[in-house]
């Protein structure tokens, strides 16, 4: 990782000795530029706190109706039930009655399976923040049905380590979506290690947050005792083939499939000082408006079924921002571009973090517009800084590569 995320408190807070107010106001895009592999060794280095908070706080300044949208929806446990019935159908088919159709499970099990374990992965999402039923302990055993089909018990360590992934969004150590550091040395640029990482994708995933090497939560436990009852019960009904068409179904649908394609949509940078991206496509009807990234982390407490409506409501904050339309061409644009690679992300540190979001404070109407005569002139300032400190860096690491 870069130096900079060795920066102290008392250099976080010399850097915004001039600052009173979040400047970023009101789109709260980052006054950085992204990471160029090639150029750069490592993730762009930001000085404040990650802007979903604040964002969320200005939208709410002026489409306070958007609470009106809080709440959950059941549909979510109708369609669990169907996922989960539909692959343990598609378990004992193949695992009791089409026990020589080899090829054809395959082919399944990437189209159709894969969607399904990909679509688990989003109703996980789903459950994580109470969106499916009323109470928190009714959202987790949606949570541990819909682990059924996945073998692994992944349910409750997904909705811990997803939180995390909120509340220190970008965050070096904290944030476990943020691929760790010998993934991004050792897959660098290469297309074809690219691709590769892709097609394990969910592994590494997995991988992030054992990583942080935390105890397991009594939650946790109890996902691993339903899932080996679970698994038990798959090995008598289904046989060792119908497991056998569960786990292709897992890691073909984690791994180089669309439906995994939001895990590079969402935060993987395409655009300087946009470190969130959304998705308009038609992917969003199956697998329930995931592409919605944006909005979801600006209002996490709006389900799956209600988050088209905050663009409706509030389309100044999100028509101007960079999104997606195909999954299949991000998938194509970060394997052959030379723009992109793990490096792409942006990361601080919790002491930048727990500065600007305490410091920094959000402006109000007539703040704003008193500080509109001064924000261009701070915004070029700053960002001919970050220029400065970028070509800085970059003629460090073509000096470092030549005494080599």
């Known amino acids: 990782m870069p130096s900079r995320v060795d920066t102290t408190a008392d250099e976080v807070e010399a850097a915004h000795k001039d600052e009173q107010f979040d400047m970023r106001f009101p789109s709260y895009l980052g006054f950085w530029k992204r990471s160029v592999p090639g150029l750069d060794e490592h993730p762009r280095f930001d000085m404040y706190d990650e802007p979903h908070k604040k964002r969320k706080q200005q939208i709410l300044n002026d489409h306070p109706e958007i609470k009106e949208l809080y709440g959950y929806d059941t549909s979510t446990v109708w369609i669990t039930m169907a996922t989960v019935c539909v692959q343990m159908g598609l378990a004992y088919v193949f695992g009791r009655i089409l026990t020589d159709w080899h090829w054809t499970m395959v082919l399944v099990a990437y189209t159709v399976g894969g969607s399904f374990s990909t679509q688990i992965g989003i109703i996980f999402h789903e459950f994580t923040h109470n969106l499916c039923a009323a109470t928190t302990l009714q959202n987790r055993w949606v949570g541990n049905f819909a682990n059924i089909p996945l073998l692994v018990p992944l349910a409750q360590s997904f909705r811990r380590y997803h939180l995390e992934h909120h509340t220190y969004q970008g965050v ?25 990482w892709l097609i394990i994708y969910g592994v590494m ?9 935390k105890q397991l939560s009594r939650w946790e436990l109890y996902n691993w005792a339903w899932s080996i009852a679970c698994d038990i019960a798959i090995y008598k009904f289904c046989g060792l083939r119908g497991i056998l068409y569960l786990v292709i179904s897992v890691l073909l649908g ?34 329930l408006n995931i592409g919605y990234h944006n909005e979801h982390h600006d209002f996490p407490l709006v389900p799956w079924t209600k988050l088209p409506e905050i663009k409706r409501l509030a389309p100044e904050y999100y028509d101007d921002l960079a999104y997606h ?12 571009s030379s723009l992109l690679a793990p490096q792409s992300r942006v990361v601080r540190t919790l002491d930048a973090h727990r500065y600007a979001r305490k410091n920094l404070k959000i402006p109000s109407t007539e703040e704003a517009k008193q500080l509109a005569s001064v924000k261009d002139e701070f915004v ?3 960002k001919l800084a970050a220029d400065m ?16």
Not at 178 to 189: A, D, F, H, T, V
Not at 205 to 213: D, F, K, T
Not at 325 to 333: E, F, I, P, R
């Open 254 to 287: 984690f791994g180089l499939h669309p439906g995994a394609a939001h895990f590079i949509q969402e935060h993987y940078t395409f655009r300087d000082g946009q470190e969130t991206y959304s998705y308009y496509g038609s992917g969003n009807y199956f697998w």
């Open 389 to 404: 400190s970028m070509e800085k860096a970059r003629a460090r690491s073509i000096a470092k590569t030549k005494q080599q």
């Open 325 to 336: 339309t195909s999954w299949c061409a991000v998938l194509y644009m970060f394997v052959t």
């Open 380 to 382: 070029a300032r700053l």
């Open 172 to 196: 070096y150590g904290y944030d476990p979506d943020l691929p760790l550091e010998w993934e991004i040395k050792l897959i660098g640029n290469d297309p074809v290690k690219k691709f590769m």
């Open 205 to 213: 995933y997995i991988g992030r947050g054992l990583a942080q090497q």
